[in-house]
């Protein structure tokens, strides 16, 4: 039931976003705005569309955070009982190929293990594969499917459009915790960063 007022929520929330971008003021001209212009045909499959567009940001500003930090601070802890920040780094990519997995029924990769000792290379060489399966496998995934059944985690009931969403979710929560591991090193995460 969580789950379905989550949907609910969440197709409310992004129906409501848009329809207030429609309802501006349409009298300015849009010349005058340094902001895309949102397109006025209809996307053929919005929530994988949008996941992927999704991919691709937080492929390139997650990367970024893990190659910023510093060798010496991937056994970093905020605090005792959090994790270190090799081991988030090794969740993110465990995460994208279970999940783009499941979403796609490609096989997730079955290269070396990743292990909290790692050197930091290692962990950024992971984690890149982990976005480039990722993209690879959701390539020809589309919206048609997105009502059947699948169990997340090995546990959890859900469907297709559940797991995009969950892969979603993920990326902006564990860039959030990137950020925050960075921030407490004393380093600018990469969307903080100057324009330059």
Known sequence: MNYARFVLLLAIALSTGITAKA???????LATTNAPQASTTPVANPVSTFVKQQ????????????EAMPAEKYS???????NTFAHLTIHIA???????????GAPAPTSDKLGDDDPK?????????????CATALAN?????????LTLFGRVPSSRA????ALSMGFADHYGAQA?????????PPTAQPKK
Do not use: H, W
Request: proline letters at 6%.
């Open 23 to 29: 309802q501006k003021d349409e009298t300015k001209p």
């Open 55 to 66: 991919l691709t940001r937080f492929n390139k500003i997650m990367v970024a955070a893990a």
């Open 76 to 82: 970093f802890k905020p605090t005792p009982d959090m």
């Open 94 to 104: 465990q995460g994208n190929n279970g999940l783009c997995s499941q979403i796609s």
């Open 121 to 133: 290379d290692k962990l950024v060489a992971g984690l890149k594969a982990s976005f480039d399966f």
């Open 141 to 149: 995934v589309d919206d048609s499917k997105l009502g059947e059944p």
């Open 162 to 165: 559940g797991a995009l969403i």
């Open 180 to 188: 925050m591991y960075l921030r407490l090193s004393g380093i600018l």
